[in-house]
Nanobody, 116 residues
Framework: QVHLVESGGGLVQPGGSLRLSCEAS???????MGWYRQVPGKQRELVAT???????NYVDSTQDRFSISRDNAKNTVYLQMNSLKTEDTAFYYC???????????WGQGTQVIVSS
């Protein structure tokens, strides 16, 4: 089991940047980590994942603007978000899967609002 805590959300203008952090309560060296986002009333959707060996994957809408990374020494995963758009407004959730298998572990979420 792992407890996840996200931070770094907030209000930013379109075109701006934010870096989200997700700190785990234990070593994440054997966890596939990911970021998801959810708009109230809609399904949670995948943003990006990073494998145990550091390979990252993104959905098309974030491919060129977001970057996921992991620091296993700090038990932390990051999501660098650049060129933010109003449609990026959502609650962002950190996800962990031990060796990529269920169950999913989730953080409590951090809110990102992109607005002028």
């Amino acid at each position: 089991q792992v407890h996840l805590v996200e931070s770094g959300g907030g209000l930013v203008q379109p075109g701006g940047s934010l870096r989200l952090s997700c700190e785990a309560s234990r070593s994440i060296i054997s966890f596939v980590m990911g970021w998801y986002r959810q708009v109230p009333g809609k399904q949670r959707e995948l943003v990006a994942t990073i494998s145990i060996n550091g390979r990252s994957n993104y959905v098309d809408s974030t491919q060129d603007r977001f970057s996921i990374s992991r620091d296993n020494a700090k038990n932390t995963v990051y999501l660098q978000m650049n060129s933010l758009k109003t449609e990026d407004t959502a609650f962002y959730y950190c996800n962990a899967r031990w060796t990529g298998r269920p169950p999913d572990y989730w953080g409590q979420g951090t809110q990102v609002i992109v607005s002028s």
